[in-house]
């Protein structure tokens, strides 16, 4: 999650193709391994013990009718018919919008991405409490059920990759399976935990670290957008592998 799918859309100068090379099946799975890894853990022991699943967030239940199942499951449903239809009415190759356009609206959505995933870090980086890095067994309060709440929503926001995608000509090339397949079950798996009231605690820990590498990467797509050369951009290869490993072993713990 993660970022790790963005530069489909993204149009980089040559110099930073090494880092953009991404959209593989391992991408898509770290984003998924993340949400699913959060929902092994309840945050509180105790409460996981004594307490049924009911389905209701617990601090923000005036939100409820987001995480209903038709909230969840019509609206991918939609965006995958839109999805597939969308890309065999554009020829290949051709823009739908001009490119210069184009080119600002993405760095608008860049800016918005940068400060929204900014946001979200600084609100679930408490659960990282050193040495318990992963947040596990830490309280479930008010702010992570929020800030989880957030990265949730935000998952729909990242529909607009693949809006990018299609209007730029690209859907041959670049609308995959995995890249639909992502979008439209990402957002479920989210739901699901603030569903459950399960948003909370060391469930933090995948939406805080996905949200970190979109700070970075949007960061970059914003500044090679300009024509300019990322010098971090063999860090951000070796940062997206790092954090692979790290939702690997919060899933095993």
């Known amino acids: 999650q993660n970022a790790a799918w963005r530069c489909d859309y993204k149009p980089v100068p040559r ?4 880092v953009c090379k991404r959209a593989s099946s391992s991408d898509y799975f770290l984003h998924h391994l993340q949400a699913v890894s959060s929902t092994r853990h309840r945050s509180d022991a105790s409460y996981q013990r004594h307490q049924p699943y009911s389905e209701t967030m617990k601090y923000y239940p005036q939100y409820n009718n987001f995480v209903t199942w038709p909230a969840m499951l019509i609206p991918p449903a939609v965006y995958v018919v839109v999805a597939v239809l969308a890309s065999r009415s554009v020829t290949p190759g051709k823009p739908v919008l001009p490119a210069g356009l184009l080119k600002n609206v993405l760095r608008v959505y860049n800016v918005v991405q940068i400060v929204l995933c900014t946001y979200m870090t600084i609100g679930l980086l408490p659960c990282v409490q050193p040495p318990n890095v992963f947040g596990i067994n830490t309280e479930f309060d008010a702010a992570g059920e929020w800030f989880i709440f957030v990265h949730y929503l935000s998952k729909f926001l990242d529909w607009f990759d693949t809006f990018f995608i299609i209007v730029k000509g690209n859907a041959k ?7 639909v397949y992502h979008h439209s079950s990402i957002g479920l798996m989210w739901g699901i935990l603030l569903m459950y009231n399960n948003a909370g605690g060391t469930a933090r820990y995948g939406a805080m670290i996905n949200s970190v590498t979109h700070v970075f990467m949007y960061s970059h797509y914003l500044w090679t957008s300009f024509g300019r050369k ?3 951009k ?3 290869t070796k940062w ?3 954090q692979f490993y790290s939702c690997f072993v919060h899933a095993v713990l």
Not at 173 to 179: E, G, P, T, V, Y
């Open 230 to 232: 990322n010098p971090f």
């Open 234 to 236: 063999a860090l951000l």
């Open 173 to 179: 090339k670049q609308l995959s399976f995995l890249h």
């Open 15 to 18: 110099s930073a193709a090494k």
């Open 240 to 242: 997206q592998i790092a």
